[in-house]
C-alpha cells in the first residue's frame, strides 16, 4: 500500500544521526518523516552514557551552534559536566557530560515531537524504492511504501548485525533490538563497496553488589559547565560523582585463560575494531607490559542502579566475564544485569560518497553515521545534521553545503571519510584537524551560527542571542583594544605589584591581555578598568582572540594561501589517464575517488603537491 502522505525528506532510523538529520531537515521548513524501528529508542545511546570528551564535545558544540539537538539534549540529561584539559590551552579544552539514559531519551523525544515539519512513524524499513539510479521512497515490513524525492539513511550497526559473546552468536542490531537483514541484503544489490566492522561494550553492574569505599571517587566540575550555547547550568538534573577503579595481575591472567573461548581471537570476528575503544582483552594483549589499566565506574543514571564500567569493553564468554568482574577491587561481589558482547556490522565505504553526503551512484540517497564507518554518537549526530540539511536543499532545489576543514571539525570528519576512507571505526580527535588553534569549542558558534541562519537551521531565538553575543564581543574587544594603562596611574601602580616586570611605559590593554602573566579578569579587577560587566562568555572571547591574537592570524594567513585553490572544481567526467605526467597508481586513485575539488584531490593519499600542478595545467588547458 502506498501511504497517501507524501514527504520531502524521509530520514530512517531515531538514532544519534537520525534524530538531527530528521530535525535539520523539518527546521528547514521541509516536509519530513522520521521512520524507525520503535518510537520507545528515539535517541537511544547504545554503548557509553556520556556525550563529548576529546575531539567529540567540539563536534557537539558545531552540531549546537547550527541549531542542532544533541547539546540541548545533554544540557537537560547531564548528570556529571567536566571540562576536560581544562589547564590547557583553549583549542584542545573539552566538555564532557555522564549522561542519565532515559533523561537523554526523553530530552530527544521531546524535541523531536515538537518539532514542526516532522512526522515520525514506527516501523522497520526494509526496501528502497529506486528508479534510473534515482531514490523515490521506501518500503517497510508492513508492505507500507512511503514516497519522498530525498532519503536519509542512518541505520547505525543494525545491518546484518552479528551479536558474539564468547562462541555465541546470534542475530540482533544491539541487544535488544532486531536486526536490518532484508535492507542489508538490498543494500549490498546497489553498486556500493561494503565491508565488516565491529564494536563492543562491557557487562552492566548492579550498584548494589559494589562496594564503593574502596574506589577513588570522581565529582564533576564546579561550577558545572554547559553544553549548548543556548543552554544554562540550572536546565541540569542533580549531579553526582563517578567512581574509578583498576584491573589487576589477577584479572589479567582470567582474561587470557579465556582466549580460546574469545570470538576475536578465535577468529570468529571478521571485522576491525575501533582502534582507540578496544576491548579489555585487546588490550591486554596490546600492552602486554602493562599489568594494570584504569576502570571509569559510571552511573547509568539518576533513579538506575546500573552501572557502565568504561574500560572493560569485552565478548568474552559469559563465565569469563563473571571471574574477570571480580577480580577487580569493588566488584568482587559485583552482580552482571548485562553481558558485554561484540557486535559486527556492515558499512560503506564513505569515499562512495559526495561531501554533501549524498551516494555518488544513487541520486537523492544520503548516508549518516555508523554506517559509513564512523564510532560514536557525536560523530553521527553531525553526520545527521549535514546529510539531512543537505537532503533538504537538494529538494529546495539549493546548492549543498559541507563545512571546510578550516570551518569545523564537521568539515574534518566528512572529508577524512569521503577522501580517505576508513578501514576502522573512525572516531574524532583534536589530532585530526590542522587548523586546532581556530576550531575550538569555544568559538563554534562564531564559526558556524551565521552559516546555519542562511540555510534556515537556526531559530529567532538563537539568532538573537547570538547576534547580541557576537556584538557584545567586539564592542568589549574594542574598549580593551583603546584602553590605556598608565604606569602611575592607579591602575598601573596595581598592576605593577602584581607583575614581574612593572611597565616602564604606558600600555594599551590588548598589549596587556597578551601577556602570559595577565588575565581579562585581573585586568577588570584594577581600579577604573570596568565600563559594564559584560557576560563570562562574552568576556572568554575577548580574552582568547586577543591574548592568541598573533598565532590566529597566522593560522588565518595559512588557511587562506591553502584555499587558493581548494574549491577549484574538477569535472565529474574528467579523464585522469589523459593528464599529462600523472602516474600510474595518481590516476588509478583519482578515478577511484573521482574527488569533486582540487583541495579534496590533494589530501588523497598518495597524491602529491607535483601531481596537483599538473591537474591544475591540465584544467587550464581544457578551459
Ligand atoms: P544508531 O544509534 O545505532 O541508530 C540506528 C537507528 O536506526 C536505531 O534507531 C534503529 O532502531 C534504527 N534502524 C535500524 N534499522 C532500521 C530499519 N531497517 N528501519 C527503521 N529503523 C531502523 N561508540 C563509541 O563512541 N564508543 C564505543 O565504545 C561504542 N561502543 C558500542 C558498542 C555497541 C555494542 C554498540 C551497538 C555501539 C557502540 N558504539 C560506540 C557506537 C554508537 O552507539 C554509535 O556510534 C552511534 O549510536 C551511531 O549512531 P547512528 O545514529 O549512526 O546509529
Redesign the pocket.
Given at each position: 500500500m502506498r501511504y497517501p502522505e507524501k514527504y520531502s525528506v524521509i530520514v530512517?532510523?531515531?538514532?544519534?544521526?537520525?534524530t538531527e538529520a530528521a530535525l535539520a531537515s523539518a527546521r528547514m521548513g521541509v516536509k519530513t518523516l522520521l521512520?524507525?524501528?520503535?518510537i520507545e529508542?528515539?535517541g537511544?545511546?547504545?554503548?557509553?552514557p556520556a556525550i563529548g570528551g576529546i575531539g567529540k564535545g567540539h563536534l557537539v558544540k558545531e552540531i549546537d551552534a547550527l541549531g542542532g539537538a544533541m547539546a540541548q539534549a545533554i544540557d537537560r540529561a547531564g548528570i556529571q559536566f567536566r571540562t576536560l584539559n581544562a589547564s590547557k590551552g583553549p583549542a584542545v579544552r573539552a566538555t564532557r557530560a555522564q549522561a542519565d539514559r532515559g533523561l537523554y531519551r526523553s530530552a530527544i523525544r521531546e524535541i523531536l515531537e515538537n518539532q514542526p515539519n516532522l512526522t515520525i512513524f514506527q516501523?522497520?524499513?526494509?526496501d528502497l524504492i529506486v528508479e534510473q539510479d534515482k531514490v523515490q521512497g521506501v518500503k517497510t515490513q508492513m508492505g507500507l511504501d512511503f514516497y519522498a524525492p530525498s532519503v536519509v539513511l542512518?541505520?547505525?550497526?543494525?545491518l546484518g548485525g552479528l551479536i558474539h559473546i564468547g562462541m555465541q552468536n546470534h542475530s540482533g542490531?544491539?541487544?535488544g533490538?532486531p536486526p536490518?537483514i532484508a535492507?542489508a541484503d538490498r543494500l549490498r544489490e546497489l553498486p556500493f563497496r561494503v565491508d565488516r566492522l565491529k564494536?563492543?561494550?562491557p557487562p552492566r553492574i548492579d550498584a548494589k553488589s559494589v562496594d564503593f569505599s574502596v574506589m577513588e571517587e570522581q565529582a564533576g566540575d564546579n561550577p558545572v559547565p554547559t553544553f549548548s550555547f543556548m543552554g544554562t547550568a540550572d536546565q541540569h538534573p542533580r549531579q553526582i560523582s563517578c567512581w574509578i577503579t583498576h584491573t589487576n595481575d589477577a584479572t589479567h591472567d582470567i582474561i587470557r585463560s579465556g582466549l580460546d573461548r574469545s570470538p576475536m581471537y578465535s577468529g570468529v570476528i571478521e571485522g576491525v575494531g575501533?582502534r582507540y575503544?578496544p576491548s579489555i582483552e585487546d588490550k591486554i594483549m596490546r600492552f602486554s607490559d602493562k599489568n594494570s589499566h584504569q576502570i571509569f565506574v559510571e552511573p547509568e543514571g539518576l533513579n538506575s542502579n546500573e552501572l557502565y564500567p568504561n574500560g572493560i569493553?569485552t565478548s568474552l564468554p559469559f563465565d569469563v566475564q563473571m571471574d574477570l568482574v571480580r577480580s577487580i577491587k569493588g566488584f568482587e561481589n559485583a552482580h552482571i544485569t548485562r553481558p558485554g558482547?561484540?557486535?559486527e556490522y556492515d558499512y560503506f565505504d564513505p569515499r562512495d560518497l559526495k561531501a554533501s553526503l549524498e551516494t555518488k551512484f544513487i541520486d537523492g540517497l544520503f548516508f549518516?553515521?555508523?554506517?559509513n564507518g564512523?564510532?560514536?554518537?557525536e560523530?553521527?549526530g553531525a553526520q545527521?545534521l549535514i546529510a539531512g540539511m543537505n537532503a533538504a536543499l537538494q529538494v529546495q532545489d539549493k546548492e549543498a553545503w559541507s563545512p571546510r576543514r578550516d570551518q569545523a571539525y564537521i568539515g574534518v570528519l566528512i572529508d577524512d571519510l569521503i577522501t580517505r576512507g576508513t578501514q576502522e571505526p573512525y572516531?574524532m580527535f583534536t589530532s585530526r584537524a590542522e587548523y586546532r588553534l581556530i576550531l575550538r569549542e569555544d568559538n563554534a558558534d562564531l564559526r558556524l551560527t551565521e552559516k546555519g541562519r542562511e540555510l534556515g537551521m537556526v531559530s529567532d531565538d538563537r539568532w538573537s542571542a547570538f547576534s547580541d553575543k557576537k556584538e557584545a564581543i567586539e564592542r568589549e574587544t574594542a574598549r580593551i583594544k583603546n584602553l590605556v594603562v598608565q604606569p602611575d596611574s592607579p591602575a598601573g601602580q596595581q598592576l605593577n605589584q602584581q607583575l614581574e616586570k612593572p611597565l616602564s611605559r604606558a600600555y594599551k590593554g590588548e598589549e596587556l591581555l597578551r601577556r602570559p602573566d595577565v588575565t581579562y579578569a585581573g585586568l577588570m579587577a584594577l581600579p577604573g578598568m570596568i565600563e559594564q560587566p559584560v557576560p563570562a562568555k562574552v568576556a572568554e572571547q575577548v580574552e582568547i582572540q586577543i591574548k592568541y591574537s598573533g598565532y590566529i592570524d597566522r593560522q588565518k594567513d595559512e588557511i587562506e594561501r591553502s584555499l587558493r585553490n581548494e574549491n577549484t572544481v574538477l569535472p565529474k567526467d574528467l579523464d585522469y589517464s589523459q593528464v599529462k605526467g600523472l602516474s600510474n597508481e595518481v590516476v588509478q586513485k583519482l578515478m577511484n575517488i573521482k574527488p569533486e575539488t582540487i583541495g579534496q584531490a590533494g589530501r588523497v593519499s598518495g597524491v602529491t603537491p607535483a601531481a596537483i600542478s599538473l591537474l591544475l595545467v591540465h584544467l587550464k588547458k581544457r578551459q
Open positions: 530512517i532510523g531515531g538514532g544519534h544521526a537520525g521512520l524507525t524501528h520503535n529508542t528515539l537511544q545511546m547504545s554503548c557509553n516501523n522497520a524499513v526494509v542512518t541505520v547505525g550497526t543494525f542490531g544491539r541487544a533490538d536490518s535492507l564494536t563492543g561494550t575501533p575503544c569493553s558482547y561484540a557486535i549518516a553515521g555508523q554506517i564512523t564510532t560514536g554518537y560523530e553521527a545527521g572516531r
